[in-house]
Structures are given as structure tokens and as C-alpha cells.
Nanobody
Framework: QVQLVESGGGLVQPGGSLRLSCAAS????????MAWYRQTPGKQRELVGT???????NYRDSVKGRFTISRDNAKNTVYLQMNSLKPEDAAVYYC???????????????WGQGTQVTVSP
């Protein structure tokens, strides 16, 4: 099994910045694409952005130019740097990773528990 643990959420004023981290641990074989999602009450979880194992990134339009996803493969960690935060960015942010384990070469999706981001004056 692979565990993902997010950290770095909290309360920030509009225009401020936060950096989320997500560390993978457990019986990791290899990690492929990692991603950040977010969800607000009553709405479906939406994709914020992805990063491939090689570092290629994609973002949803509403966060382009403000959010940056990066990863440290040696630490099995993905980051989400969020700048110029807006009230509409407030959500629970979830980390996602496609990973294999030592005893299974198939890629499975794993999720973190989520971390709350609140954007308010």
C-alpha cells in the first residue's frame, strides 16, 4: 500500500500565498503522475493540475499563472505553490498519485486525506 499525507493548508488572506506538500510513503515501487484536486461542499472534486514523473505540468485555466506544481522524486513528494489566492480558491485540497508497489507492477490511484485551504480577509 501507498500512503499520501498532505500538509500546509490553513487560513490566508486574499492575495496571499500558501504552499501545500504531499509526501508518499509505504510499499512504493514507482510513482507516475501526481496531481492536486480540490473540493468544496456540494461540488464535485475538480482537478487543479498534474505533474508527470518527468516534471511536465498541466493546470486548470483558473489557476494558471498563480499556482505551480513541482515534485521531488527523491523524497516522493509533490508540492503546490499557490500565489495570489482568491476566495474562490478556498477548498479542501487533495493529493493524488498513480503508483506501483514492490509486489505489484500495476499502477493504482492513491489519495491523501485532504487539507483545508481557507481564503478570507
Amino acid at each position: 500500500q501507498v500512503q499520501l499525507v498532505e500538509s500546509g493548508g490553513g487560513l490566508v488572506q486574499p492575495g496571499g500565498s500558501l504552499r501545500l506538500s504531499c509526501a508518499a510513503s509505504g510499499n512504493i515501487g514507482s510513482i507516475g503522475t501526481m496531481a492536486w484536486y480540490r473540493q468544496t461542499p456540494g461540488k464535485q472534486r475538480e482537478l487543479v493540475g498534474t505533474i508527470s514523473s518527468g516534471g511536465s505540468t498541466n493546470y486548470r485555466d483558473s489557476v494558471k499563472g498563480r499556482f505551480t506544481i513541482s515534485r521531488d522524486n527523491a523524497k516522493n513528494t509533490v508540492y503546490l505553490q499557490m500565489n495570489s489566492l482568491k476566495p474562490e480558491d478556498a477548498a479542501v485540497y487533495y493529493c493524488n498519485a498513480a503508483a506501483t508497489t514492490y509486489n505489484n507492477n500495476n499502477y493504482y490511484n492513491y489519495w491523501g486525506q485532504g487539507t483545508q485551504v481557507t481564503v478570507s480577509p
